[in-house]
C-alpha cells in the first residue's frame, strides 16, 4: 500500500507540473475558476492530459474529406478505370505531383503499348504477316519482344521499313506460339499504338474498342502537335513535334521496341486529358457489384439473401 500511495502521488505531482505548464501557456483555464473544466487527477485522467499535451480547442467542426477508392479490384471493367481516373484527375489536378501519380493508383499494370513489323508473303508479297512484336509496360519496360515465323513462305522481307532480315527467321518462333503468348499479354489490358488496326490485324485478333488507345486517332496528340484533325499523322511526326526525339532513323529499318516505347510516352503525355475526355463520353452505366468496387454491398445483409438453413438455425 505505500509503495502505491508513493507511485501516486509521484504521478499526481507530474501530473500538476504539467497542468501548470498547460495553464502558463494559455491552453487550460487555471485550476479552480469558475467555468473551468480541467478533470481531476487520476486513473481517470485522458490520454491527452497523462501524456503532457492537450487536444486543440477549435470551435469549428473540420469538413469531411472525401474519400475515393485508391483501387481498383482486379475485376473492374475499362469504362469503371476511366471514370475513376476523370474523378482522381478532376480531385488532383490542383497538385502536379498527385496528377502523375494517379495512374500508379490505377494499377500501371493495366496499361501496355504494342508494335508489330510485318513481311510480304502471298503473291508478290502483297500479304502482310507478322515477323516481329514488341510490348512494353507502362514504364517503357520491354515485356515481350520476339521475331515470328510466318505460317506462308516470306516473299518480301520489307527490310528497309521492318528490319527484318531472313538471319532473323532462323531462331524465330511459329506464328501460332506466339499469337497464344502474345494475346495472353494483352488479355484485360488496356492496350496503346500508333495505328495499331495493323497490328491486330497481323496478330489476327480484335481487342475491345474501350480498350484501345490509338495514338494516331488521338484528337488531344493531333490538338497538341498542330496537326488537322482529320489528317492522318506518323508516330515519327508525332515524336519529333512533341517529345522533341527522332525515331525511325538509317537504312536498318525500325525498331518495334522503340516504336511501342514512343506509343507509350505519347500516351502518357495526353493521358490526363485523353482518359478524362473519354470518361465524359462513356454512356452512362449502373454500378454492378461485381465489377465497380464503390457499388454498395450492404443490400445483400437482408434477410432474403440469406440461407433458408441458416435462417431455421439461428431462430
Keep these: 500500500p505505500q509503495a502505491r500511495s508513493k507511485k501516486k502521488s509521484r504521478k499526481h505531482q507530474r501530473f500538476l507540473e504539467r497542468r501548470a505548464l498547460l495553464e502558463q501557456k494559455g491552453l487550460l483555464s487555471p485550476h479552480g475558476r469558475p467555468g473551468s473544466q480541467s478533470p481531476e ?5 485522458t490520454p491527452s492530459e497523462a501524456d503532457g499535451t492537450a487536444a486543440p480547442c477549435c470551435d469549428k467542426v473540420p469538413k ?10 482486379p475485376s473492374a471493367s475499362p469504362d469503371s478505370i476511366a471514370r475513376h481516373h476523370s474523378v482522381l484527375l478532376s480531385q488532383e489536378n490542383s497538385s502536379s505531383k498527385k496528377v502523375q501519380m494517379s495512374s500508379l493508383v490505377l494499377r500501371p499494370g493495366k496499361y501496355v503499348a504494342i508494335d508489330c513489323e510485318m513481311v510480304g ?5 502483297r500479304l502482310s504477316e507478322l515477323a516481329r512484336c514488341s510490348v512494353v509496360n507502362y514504364e517503357g519496360d520491354v515485356i515481350y ?16 521499313w521492318s528490319g527484318i532480315t531472313q538471319q532473323h527467321m532462323k531462331n524465330a518462333i511459329p506464328f501460332k506460339a506466339a499469337q497464344a503468348e502474345i494475346l495472353k499479354i494483352l488479355k484485360d489490358k488496356i492496350v496503346v499504338g500508333h495505328a495499331i488496326h495493323n497490328d491486330f490485324l497481323a496478330l489476327k485478333y480484335f481487342h475491345p474498342k474501350d480498350r484501345t488507345r490509338d495514338t494516331s486517332q488521338s484528337y488531344v496528340l493531333k490538338k497538341r502537335a498542330g496537326v488537322p484533325i482529320r489528317s492522318s499523322v506518323s508516330l515519327k511526326n508525332l515524336a519529333k513535334n512533341l517529345l522533341h526525339k527522332k525515331i525511325q532513323v538509317g537504312c536498318k ?10 506509343a507509350m510516352e505519347l500516351y502518357r503525355l495526353v493521358e490526363v486529358q485523353w482518359e478524362k475526355e473519354l470518361a465524359q463520353s462513356l454512356p452512362p452505366r449502373p454500378p454492378s457489384p461485381v465489377t465497380d468496387p464503390a457499388a454498395d454491398s450492404s443490400q445483400y445483409l437482408d434477410d432474403q439473401y440469406w ?8 431462430l
Excluded at 41 to 45: L, T
Excluded at 254 to 259: G, M, N, T, W
Excluded at 307 to 314: F, G, R, Y
Aim: aromatic share 4%; glycine share 8%; no cysteine.
Design 145 to 160: 519482344d520476339k521475331y515470328v515465323r510466318p505460317e506462308l513462305p516470306i516473299v518480301d522481307y520489307r527490310t528497309r
Design 64 to 73: 469531411p474529406k472525401r474519400i475515393v477508392p485508391s483501387l481498383l479490384s
Design 41 to 45: 487527477a487520476g486513473p481517470e485522467a
Design 253 to 262: 529499318g525500325h525498331s518495334s521496341v522503340e516504336d511501342a516505347q514512343t
Design 121 to 125: 508473303t502471298g503473291p508478290r508479297g
Design 307 to 314: 440461407p433458408t438453413e441458416l435462417m431455421a438455425s439461428s
